[in-house]
């Protein structure tokens, strides 16, 4: 039972709706011979092998082993894995609303959402959880505290928390409906507004929509679409389309036997005339690539960043009756432009594929040789793009490694970081919140000491971490920018972060600033350039 591939397609076809072979393309006779094969072994197997099989586990395995052997995006999920997954679609799951931290064996409260079950009741950052339905959580592991948190929308939980002071309180509290956004910052600097979208799930176009009206009067939009991994196709077209014509092709999909399908801007476009640039890098993936590749075609944005992933398959999510589901790719997806943003992979190789996208991302001067063969030109100004391998910046921003020293890399990879930030925060957040009652305040005027960098340094040895004296002395002024701006993550309102460090440290959205202060020239020079 080396691969078991019968075990797995016999469970598969099972499991699959029978409408699902109804639509596929006819069966030559020797498919349905091959089919009639599969199910008469897996019927013999299971009443005629001489021991006991768990087939639950035979089945996953080779469910597993089978998406193997094929493209890299074709995966098995498991069915606590698809709680997760449903949970980021949906942009919600059932809880109590807190966002959390364990430190030294303790569960801390890092913040509370607002309008959630824990803010309601009083809980505050810094509390800390030491016992969940009167059980002690002291020395819990930090991926086990979701399983005792969330639960049903509507179920009890009882909390014993230890407040600063040696009080004691007890919450009872009710799960509720805790939103996940989409959305992980929105403002504005000078007159440019700024919108980041980590993720691409049911709710994106509304949070999108709400986040660039909250901006107010704007002279032009940065949309960062960086490490944006994808998500659902339909929220990437819904907020591609805001920016376009109607009736402008925003992608077309091909599967196997199917029809070609093509989606196009409903006529939604609000912001079809406000100057936009969109930042992408090497984790820009799928949907968000949908997005950059139509309005760059379409020469809508001027893209700026690095070589995004290349993720051009298009996944169907069929899901078993255990809760468990596999995503098969059924279809590739090409921009307006005809470009397929797919990068070349070999079935059955993902070590392979995800290898050369890791020595790719370590190459801070990654690029694509100009590619006859893959040239292909946008639809207004007819200017050169390529496909074959991800969407490729209009201009191309390499990563500074000069600030960026290995050693900073090290330092934060340790984990140093998260704890140093936990026990700073834990031991300022009051005088800080006194001292710059505003982020503005604190922005101007709060910067990391000497000492304090030597301490974050200190407790990076302790994790591991190899401190080069020269490399840290490089780094030392971005990483005290970093470390400034995850403090203030904790301490100020959503988004404070990036709010920082995209201002003081980040020579990507340096560069889209200065694109939309002069966006006519920018216009003429890059977007209507042949």
Known sequence: MKRLLAVAL???????????????PARSRGDI??????????????????????????????????????????????????????????????????????????????????GSPAAHAGMLPDDRIVAVDGESIIGILRDEVPRLLRGECGSEVRLDVVRRGGHIPAFDLKRDNIPLPTITASYVDGQTGYVRIDRFAHTTAAEFSRAVSGLGKISGLILDLRGNGGGVMEAAVSVAEMFLQPGAEIVSTSGHGGAEQHYASSGKGALVDLPLVVLIDEESASASEIVAGALQDWDRAVV???????????????????????????????TPSGRIIQRP???????????????????????????DSLLFRTLKSGRKVYGGGGITPDIIVAVDTTVSTKCMRQMIASGATGDYLLSYVVSHRDSLLGLYPALDDYDAAFSLSDDDLADLAA???????????????????????YVKALVAERIYPHGAFYYINNRRRDNVYAEAVGIIDRWQQARRTILQAR
């Open 33 to 114: 011979g091959q089919m009639q094969k599969l199910n008469y072994f897996y019927r013999f197997l299971t009443t005629n092998y001489v021991d006991d099989i768990a087939l639950d586990e035979v089945v996953e395995r080779s469910i597993i082993n089978t998406l193997s052997e094929l493209d890299p995006h074709s995966v098995y999920l498991t069915a606590e894995e698809m709680v997760s997954v449903r949970e980021s679609m949906n942009g919600a799951f059932g809880g109590i609303g807190i966002e959390f931290a364990v430190y030294r064996d303790t569960v801390i409260v890092v913040n509370t959402v607002a």
């Open 304 to 334: 700026i960043g690095r070589r995004s992933f290349g993720k051009g398959l298009v996944q169907r999510q069929v899901e078993f009756g255990d809760g468990s589901a596999m995503r098969l790719t059924v279809a590739r997806y090409k």
């Open 345 to 371: 992979y070999r079935n059955g190789h993902s070590s392979e594929y995800y290898r050369s996208h890791f020595e790719r991302y370590m190459n801070s001067a990654d690029s694509v040789s100009a590619n």
């Open 459 to 481: 407790m990076a040895k302790e994790h591991g971490a190899e401190i080069d004296d020269d490399e840290y002395e490089a780094s030392k002024e971005t990483l005290a920018i």
């Open 10 to 24: 016999a469970v598969c076809m099972a499991a699959l709706p029978a409408v699902a072979f109804a639509q596929s």
